[in-house]
């Protein structure tokens, strides 16, 4: 079983629909987990970090996490054209910060 | 204030052949890391370097090594390129090694063997 598991998509919705992406993950150990985009020839860039269950909202953009589920969402309000890029999920390495755990990455569309 | 930048951002081996990659860190950042993308294993980790010395190291072959210098500014090197090691390299920089900070990738270069 892989440590993480996201489905890879890609999923085309229309503008202004609700996007759900999701992760789960199997080592409790994960302390953080963040949502990263990366738009096509581009490196990934932080989009929302947490460290505890519950919901956390950032503009259009909410972040759940189930730790007893060990299941993660990102939700995309609103959506937008610009906000066509793969979303991975990602936790950083139990022994190190920077040994960053990625997910697969949800290549995501949103069609005007 | 500059991102991390890479260079090359483009380039084409052949097997066999090594292969340096160059990465600058943002301004005050002395922790750099590096990862491999491709599309069947995604994003991995390969090493992280903090005030020149290599803190960890995830699951590659030796034949991927790397270095920082003083100015925090670092290098990967692939020797004897494989098919397999064509990807898309990212490099990435924090502030600090310990803890947790935000890390800010740069482009990557994207590495073809043929």
């Known amino acids: 079983q892989k440590e993480v598991e996201q489905d890879p998509g890609p999923l085309s919705v229309p503008e202004g629909a609700i996007v759900s992406l999701n992760c789960t993950y199997s080592n409790s150990a994960f302390q953080y987990f963040m949502w990263y985009r990366q738009y096509s020839r581009k490196g990934p860039e932080l989009l929302m970090y947490?460290?505890?269950?519950g919901n956390k909202e950032d503009g259009r953009f909410t972040a759940q996490v189930d730790k007893s589920s060990k299941y993660i969402s990102l939700f995309i309000r609103d959506s937008q054209p610009s906000d066509s890029a793969t979303y991975l999920c990602a936790f950083p390495g139990y022994s190190s910060a920077s040994k960053i755990i990625f997910g697969s990455g949800t290549r995501l569309s949103i069609r005007p | 204030k500059a991102g991390v930048t890479q260079t090359p951002r483009y380039l084409i081996k052949t097997r066999g052949q090594q292969v340096t990659l160059s990465c600058s860190p943002i301004?005050?950042?002395?922790?750099v890391s590096w990862y491999q993308q491709t599309p069947g294993q995604g994003l991995q980790f390969l090493f992280e370097?903090?005030?020149?010395?290599?803190?960890n190291k995830g699951n590659f072959p030796g034949r991927f090594s790397g270095r920082q210098f003083s100015n925090s500014r670092s290098e990967m090197n692939v020797s004897t390129l494989e098919l397999g090691d064509s990807a898309l390299y990212l490099c990435?920089?924090?502030?600090?090694?310990?803890?947790?900070?935000?890390?800010?990738f740069g482009p990557g270069t994207r590495l073809t063997v043929l």
């Open positions: 301004s005050g950042h002395r922790s």
């Open positions: 990435a920089s924090r502030q600090t090694s310990g803890g947790y900070n935000e890390q800010f």
């Open positions: 947490t460290y505890s269950s």
């Open positions: 370097y903090f005030s020149e010395t290599q803190r």
